[in-house]
């Protein structure tokens, strides 16, 4: 009512890709401290809040096949939701089948770089 | 520096002998990978990367919980039902974690993961959460786990470059329907929400015309659905014939 010429808009503007992202090869050690080298993700001194460790999609997927990613943890025992021993080999079965599925299949648009 | 793991202690007393039990179960392998686990010891030990793993750019905490159905929710049995399943420093310890548990697709019942910040409770209360808020995307059932998994690698690997508004993520199960909804710090702050919004339709693949809905924590508080006392993600269950997306 008071405002004549829509003073509460904004122009929307593009928000600032992630930029250049490199892509590693499994289980390259990262130096510890070094993050301005960091090797697994892409950091950026001057990304809006600092400095970020960034990892894309592609990347975690990668790293989900490494010894460390397999070695059961301690989890709590939540019947139907954890399960430490019974069926593990059973659940890591359906995740590689799943993580094969999909990475062969349906979300190929995810490689897309942006 | 011990204060955050104090806090989140007095929530999970109920665990807490639980994990130390199973963690008896694995002497062998608790001296040399000591510091990745959070409840080995009634007092916390930092979780951080080991030798060789990627590091997050922050640490994050698994929690689940579940209600039992038309039980009223209290502030006091919200804490009961909410357990942390473990806290994380690096992309490999995510991997131990989530290969580890049921996606949510495969979850019974009125549950949900979360997956937040390690010192931030998945609880509006939280003073990260208290002026904060979430976007809200309803699923048709088959797809929660596809989107959880997308949502949560994007949380991990920094991909909103919101710096520090990202409080966590949460995928609700429901009955006819699934949700998953990311949280941050500051509801008012327009222009993290946006960011948050069109980060979220890139991760997931959202075709444009997705319902996408924003709610403040306030609101969730100050409007509960029926018998949802809403610590959880009140707004999923009621209205669920309103923004349900089917793609």
């Known amino acids: ?114 | 520096m011990n204060n955050k793991f104090d806090a989140l202690k007095d929530d999970d007393s109920g665990d807490h002998d639980q994990n130390e039990e199973n963690n008896t179960q694995k002497d062998s392998e608790k001296e040399k990978n000591d510091r990745e686990k959070p409840q080995s010891s009634t007092k916390r030990k930092a979780v951080v990367p080991g030798p060789a793993e990627h590091p997050l750019q922050y640490n994050y905490t698994f929690w689940y919980s579940r209600r039992t159905p038309g039980r009223p929710t209290s502030s006091q049995s919200y804490e009961q039902n909410i357990k942390q399943i473990g806290t994380f420093a690096s992309v490999e310890q995510f991997w131990r974690f989530y290969s580890h548990m049921v996606r949510p697709g495969d979850l019974t019942g009125h549950s949900d993961f979360h997956l937040f910040k390690e010192g931030i409770k998945p609880m509006w209360e939280d003073d990260a959460n208290k002026n904060g808020g979430k976007w809200i995307i309803r699923l048709r059932k088959g797809l929660a786990s596809r989107c959880w998994e997308n949502l949560i690698l994007a949380m991990l690997g920094e991909q909103f470059m919101v710096g520090e508004e990202i409080c966590g993520a949460v995928v609700s199960v429901r009955f006819q329907e699934d949700i998953i909804s990311i949280w941050n710090k500051t509801a008012s702050d327009q222009a993290t929400t946006a960011r948050i919004r069109d980060t979220l339709r890139r991760v997931l693949n959202l075709p444009p015309n997705t319902i996408m809905e924003y709610k403040t924590h306030t609101d969730s508080i100050n409007l509960p659905g029926p018998g949802d006392r809403g610590s959880l993600t009140t707004v999923e269950d009621r209205g669920t014939q309103r923004g349900q997306l089917y793609f």
């Open chain 1, 1 to 114: 009512m008071s405002g004549r010429c829509c003073p509460g808009q904004t122009p929307s503007r593009d928000i600032p890709g992630p930029g250049k992202r490199l892509a590693l090869p499994d289980g390259a050690p990262l130096p510890p401290g070094a993050y301005s080298t960091t090797p697994g993700g892409t950091v950026f001194g001057t990304t809006p809040g600092g400095t970020r460790i960034i990892y894309d999609r592609k990347f975690l997927m990668e790293c989900r096949n490494s010894p460390v990613a397999k070695t059961p943890p301690d989890l709590p025992d939540i019947p139907g939701v954890t399960s430490p021993n019974v069926e593990e080999s059973k659940i890591e079965n359906n995740h590689v089948q799943n993580y094969e599925k999909v990475s062969v299949g349906e979300e190929e648009q995810f490689d897309m770089d942006i």
